[in-house]
């Protein structure tokens, strides 16, 4: 039975810092296509990156280029999302899932984690 468990959420100031992470337990981790989403309050969900792997699998949205980074660490299960000069707007339910393959539609994921809130501060 495959599970996706996120971790790393929290409160933090504008222009700081948070690394998110996602551990995968249950079949195989190896170029399996993980992705991170997010929904603030009153809002759909938001694709905000996804990998199969790290050298020229990932994919990232216009709205957090530059500032986000999705990596991988296959010995681990685990797919980080380190997020940097975060904003307000960035504030919102974090959450990863999991395969078939990478897209932008949140109905083609399989499995899904319970969630992290992140918040940033003005």
């Known amino acids: 039975q495959v599970q996706l468990v996120e971790a790393g959420g929290g409160l933090v100031q504008a222009g700081g810092s948070l690394r998110l992470s996602c551990v995968k337990s249950?079949?195989?981790?190896?170029?399996?296509?993980i992705a991170w989403f997010r929904q603030a309050p009153g809002k759909e969900r938001e694709f905000v990156a996804g990998i199969i792997r790290n050298d020229g699998g990932t994919y990232t949205a216009n709205s957090v280029k530059g500032r986000f980074t999705i990596s991988r660490d296959n010995a681990k299960n685990t797919v980080y999302l380190q997020m940097n000069s975060l904003k307000p707007e960035d504030t919102a339910v974090y959450s990863c899932?999991?395969?078939?393959?990478?897209?932008?539609?949140?109905?083609?994921?399989?499995?899904w984690g319970q969630g992290t809130q992140v918040t940033v501060s003005s």
């Open positions: 249950g079949g195989t981790f190896s170029n399996y296509p």
């Open positions: 899932a999991g395969g078939p393959q990478i897209t932008t539609n949140p109905i083609d994921y399989i499995y």
